[in-house]
Nanobody, 130 residues
Framework: QVQLVESGGGLVQAGGSLRLSCAAS????????MGWFRQAPGKEREFVAA???????????YYADSVKGRFTISSDNAKNTVYLQMNSLKPEDTAVYYC????????????????????WGQGTQVTVSS
């Protein structure tokens, strides 16, 4: 089992920055990918960013079009932590942000699909004021 705990959410003005952290514990060596998803009130959960590691240790990153160029996902494997650096925040970025993990090497639905992630954190609120 893997446990994921997010932190770093909060209230920020439009144009500001936040860095979210996702600390993993347990069988972290079994993880092939980590992702960030978000859910705004009244909306479905949506993909934000993902990072995956190949057998050869190549790192791949993926972003939703809405955050590309503003958000950066990264990892510190020594700390079993994944980060989401969010810059140039907009009010429409307001949501609960969830960290997710995959322990399957091959995707069935895709890196952007929540169904391909088996582990989830409790979420952290990000509020961007205009």
């Amino acid at each position: 089992q893997v446990q994921l705990v997010e932190s770093g959410g909060g209230l920020v003005q439009a144009g500001g920055s936040l860095r979210l952290s996702c600390a993993a514990s347990g069988r972290t060596f079994s993880m092939y990918a980590m992702g960030w998803f978000r859910q705004a009130p009244g909306k479905e959960r949506e993909f934000v960013a993902a990072i995956s590691w190949s057998v050869g240790s190549t790192i791949y990153t993926y972003y939703a079009d809405s955050v590309k160029g503003r958000f950066t996902i990264s990892s510190d494997n020594a700390k079993n932590t994944v980060y989401l650096q969010m810059n140039s925040l907009k009010p429409e970025d307001t949501a609960v942000y969830y960290c997710a993990g995959r322990d399957k090497i091959y995707y069935i639905y895709g890196y952007y699909d929540a169904r391909d992630y088996g582990y989830w954190g409790q979420g952290t609120q990000v509020t961007v004021s205009s």
